[in-house]
């Protein structure tokens, strides 16, 4: 049985090394473009942020519809929503996006509403 936990211990520390790395391969991005990371993004103010989508969800507010996504630059994540939409050309889990707007808050959680965005590669 001790082999089959070390096994175990292995593949999560693979899993956990991978996550960051790919996190610091992110902020490095960000920090190529000139960009603020995520994390250090103030809010009320005009901001452009890049990185990766990680979920993207319909989720209907008030009876308008509403596309919900969680953007991730590796030094933190923020929703951004886009009001009245169903759907995006382009807007799916794992893409990178570069998103310009002002942050707010919603719930507790920092929302960028209606920002323009310029899919990457």
Request: glycine residues 10%; without cysteine.
């Amino acid at each position: 049985m001790p082999d089959n936990r070390s096994r175990l211990r292995q593949s999560i520390s693979r899993w956990a090394n991978q996550d960051r790395d790919q996190a610091l391969e992110l902020q490095a991005d960000t920090v190529r473009a000139g960009l603020v990371p995520i994390a250090e993004a103030p809010d009320r103010e005009q901001v452009t942020l890049q990185g990766t989508l990680r979920t993207v969800t319909l989720r209907p507010r008030g009876g308008v519809p509403a596309l919900e996504a969680e953007l991730y630059d590796g030094s933190g994540s923020i929703v951004v929503l886009w009001l009245g939409r169903r759907r995006i050309a382009g807007i799916h889990p794992g893409r990178v996006i570069r998103v310009s707007g002002r942050i707010g808050r919603h719930g507790g959680d920092r929302v960028l509403y209606n920002p323009h965005y310029e899919l990457r590669y």
